[in-house]
C-alpha cells in the first residue's frame, strides 16, 4: 500500500509540475513577444521573468490541463491595480512579433488600448487556429488585414477598431461563421463591404464606422438575423436606402450617417417596432418623410438632419410611444409643427434651417 501512495503522489506531482510550468516553446515565443514591446511606466513586463510564466506572470495564463499558453490579456486601460496604483492609463510602443504565432494553442490575444503599439498584424496570426478572441484596439497598428483571416473559425471577437489599417476588407472575412463582434471603426479601411457580409449569421454587432468604404449596403445583410448594431456612419456609403432594413427583427441601432445615401426615406425604417436609435443625417435623401410611425414606435434618438426632405413633418409622429431626441433640421421641410407629444419637449435646433416650418417651437403660422 506506501508503495502505491508514494508513486501515486510522485504521479500527482510530476502532473502539477507539468500544468503549472510553461513549455520551452511557449516561453521563447512570449520572450520574443515581450522583446519587441516597451511599457516603461507601469513595469508590467518586470513579472515577466523565471521560467514559470503560467504561474506570475501579468497577462498570461495557461490552460491547466495541457500547460500551454491560453491567454495574453494586456490592456492599457483597465481597473487592474497595478493601473490604480500607478495613477495613469497604460503607454506601450513597439510591434507584434511574429513569434505569437508559435503559441499555436492561443484562445485569446488581447493587446489593446497601449495607443503606441505599431508595424502590422503578422499574417502568420490566421494560423492560430484556437483563437476565440482578437483584439487590438486603440494602437497604431497599420498595414492590411491578414488576407486569411477566415481561417479562423472559432474566432467569435474581432476588434481592431482605432488604428491606422488600410486597404480593403478581406473576402475570407466572411466565412468567420461563429463571430459576434466585429469592430473595425476608425480606420483607413477602403473598398466596399463583401457582397456576402450575410453570410456572418452569428454577427450581432458590425461597427465599421470612420473609414473610407464605399459602395451600396449589400443586400445579403437582411438574411442576419442576430444583427442588433449596425454602424456603417462616416464613410462613402452610396445608393438608396434597401426597404427591407427596417424589416430586421433584432436590429435596435442603425448609424449610417455622414455618408452619400441618396433616394427615398423607406417607410419601414420609421415604422420598426425594434429600432431605438436611427441616424440618418449628413446624407443626400430626398422626398417626404413617410407618415409611418405608430404607437409602437419608440426611438431613443431619431435623426434625419441634413438631408434634402421636403414636404410636412408626419403627423403620425404623434402617436409614437417615445420619441427622446428628434432632429430634423437643414432640410427643405414645411408646413405646420405638429402639436403634442413629443414636440412639447424638442427645442428650436430640432427644425431650424428648413424651408417653411412653422409653429412652436418655431414663429407662429
Known amino acids: ?44 513586463f518586470k513579472t515577466w521573468s523565471g521560467t514559470n510564466c503560467c504561474s506570475s506572470w501579468y497577462g498570461i495564463s495557461c490552460d491547466p490541463t495541457t500547460g500551454r499558453v491560453a491567454d495574453i490579456n494586456l490592456r492599457g486601460e483597465s481597473e487592474d491595480p497595478i493601473f490604480e496604483k500607478a495613477g495613469r492609463t497604460g503607454y506601450m510602443t513597439g510591434s507584434v512579433n511574429p513569434s505569437i504565432c508559435k503559441l499555436d494553442r492561443l484562445s485569446t490575444l488581447i ?20 483563437l476565440r478572441i482578437l483584439d487590438l484596439v ?97 464613410n462613402k456609403i452610396s445608393g438608396s436606402l434597401p426597404g427591407w432594413i427596417g424589416s430586421m427583427k433584432v436590429l435596435s441601432t442603425l448609424n449610417l450617417d455622414s455618408n452619400m445615401i441618396s433616394g427615398p426615406l423607406p417607410a419601414s425604417l420609421l415604422s420598426s417596432t425594434g429600432l431605438g436609435i436611427l441616424n440618418l443625417s449628413r446624407n443626400a435623401i430626398e422626398g417626404n418623410i413617410p407618415d409611418a410611425f405608430g404607437p409602437k414606435s419608440y426611438f431613443m434618438a431619431l435623426d434625419l438632419s441634413y438631408n434634402k426632405l421636403k414636404g410636412p413633418i408626419p403627423g403620425s409622429l404623434s402617436s409614437a410611444a417615445y420619441v427622446g431626441h428628434l432632429d430634423l433640421s437643414h432640410n427643405h421641410l414645411c408646413g405646420t409643427i405638429p402639436v403634442g407629444t413629443p414636440f412639447d419637449h424638442l427645442e428650436a435646433s430640432s427644425f431650424s434651417f428648413n424651408d417653411c416650418l412653422c409653429g412652436n417651437p418655431l414663429r407662429t403660422c
Open 1 to 44: 500500500m506506501s508503495v502505491l501512495l508514494t508513486a501515486l503522489t510522485l504521479l500527482f506531482t510530476l502532473i502539477s509540475t507539468v500544468t503549472s510550468s510553461c513549455t520551452p516553446s511557449d516561453l521563447a515565443a512570449l520572450q520574443a513577444f515581450k522583446s519587441s514591446l516597451n511599457e516603461p511606466y507601469l513595469g508590467i
Open 138 to 234: 486603440g494602437n497604431q497598428i497599420s498595414g492590411k488585414i491578414p488576407a486569411n483571416i477566415g481561417n479562423l473559425q472559432r474566432l467569435t471577437v474581432l476588434n481592431l477598431a482605432d488604428n491606422e489599417l488600410d486597404g480593403e476588407i478581406p473576402a475570407s472575412l466572411t466565412a468567420l461563421a461563429n463571430m459576434k463582434h466585429l469592430d473595425l471603426s476608425s480606420n483607413k479601411l477602403t473598398g466596399q463591404l463583401p457582397a456576402d457580409f450575410g453570410s456572418l449569421k452569428m454577427l450581432s454587432r458590425a461597427l465599421l464606422s470612420k473609414n473610407q468604404l464605399t459602395g451600396a449596403i449589400p443586400n445579403s445583410i437582411s438574411g442576419m438575423y442576430r444583427l442588433a448594431d449596425l454602424d456603417l456612419s462616416i
Open 111 to 130: 493587446l489593446a488600448d497601449w495607443k503606441g503599439v505599431s508595424g502590422g498584424i503578422p499574417e502568420c496570426v490566421a494560423s492560430l487556429s484556437y
